[in-house]
């Protein structure tokens, strides 16, 4: 699975002149925003099993880093 973001990176690379300059800045500007989205998941992931994971006294910080990896990093 691909996030927003990805895919959208994906279509900008595949669809704009890689002479355009403004490929390049809107490319570094998504590979900024991508952070923001991964913690964003990461945040909504955790907030939804924060009992359960506070319960099982699991490490939350590593588990969110875990299932964002697993679902969204797989088709890189």
Excluded: P
């Amino acid at each position: 699975m691909k996030t927003a973001m990805q895919e959208l990176i994906e279509y900008i690379e595949l669809n704009i002149d890689d002479n355009d300059f403004i490929k390049h800045e809107v490319l570094e500007q998504a590979d900024k925003l991508i952070e923001k989205e991964k913690e964003q998941i990461k945040d909504a992931h955790c907030w939804g099993w924060s009992d359960a994971y506070d319960n099982l006294q699991y490490n939350k910080s590593r588990l969110c880093e875990e299932y964002y990896n697993q679902t969204y990093n797989q088709n890189k």
